[in-house]
């Protein structure tokens, strides 16, 4: 079975950058999309924008999103992915700074499947990455429908 795809939206390129190093360091091949902010996550999945003619039966095998995003931000994205037919059932990790309490609650009530606050620490935050990564991209079972 061919590698799926992760979508990581997030708008901080410091983030983004340590982000794909952890994943290279623990051998996670994926091919990773990056959308820099909500309109582009929403367009890469919905084959819209910049994305169209895109081919949106593949969805990524998880969805890292960032919280604090410019234009859309992540909970409205993670409340337009779990309304809409077609994406409603790809895994959506909350990988974020925010500590908000309120956060945290929102994105369960709207369908996350995770959610995980960036260790400050350049080790952790690899460690993080890294098991998010493994535990998505291997161990996860995924409906046959995602397994294209």
């Known amino acids: ?14 983030d983004v950058d340590l982000t794909l190093r952890a994943f290279k360091k623990n051998n996670i091949s994926n091919r990773v999309i990056i959308a820099k902010d909500g309109v582009e996550a929403l367009d890469y999945l919905h084959g819209t924008g910049m994305y169209v003619g895109r ?7 998880v969805v890292m999103l960032d919280l604090k995003l410019p234009k859309i931000n992540g909970l409205e994205v993670l409340r337009n992915i779990r309304q809409n037919e ?21 994105g369960y009530q709207l369908g996350a499947n995770s959610y995980i606050r960036k260790p400050v620490d350049f080790e952790q935050f690899v460690e993080a990455v890294k098991l998010l990564g493994l535990y998505w991209t291997l161990w996860n079972e995924r409906p046959s429908s995602l397994n294209r």
């Not at 079975?1 to 410091?14: H, W």
């Not at 081919?55 to 095998?61: A, G, I, M, N």
């Open 86 to 106: 077609v994406t409603r059932i790809v895994p959506v990790v909350i990988l974020t700074s925010s500590a908000e309490q309120k956060d945290v609650v929102e």
């Open 1 to 14: 079975m061919e590698k799926g795809i992760i979508l990581l939206v997030d708008d901080n390129p410091d």
């Open 55 to 61: 081919d949106v039966k593949e969805l990524p095998v």
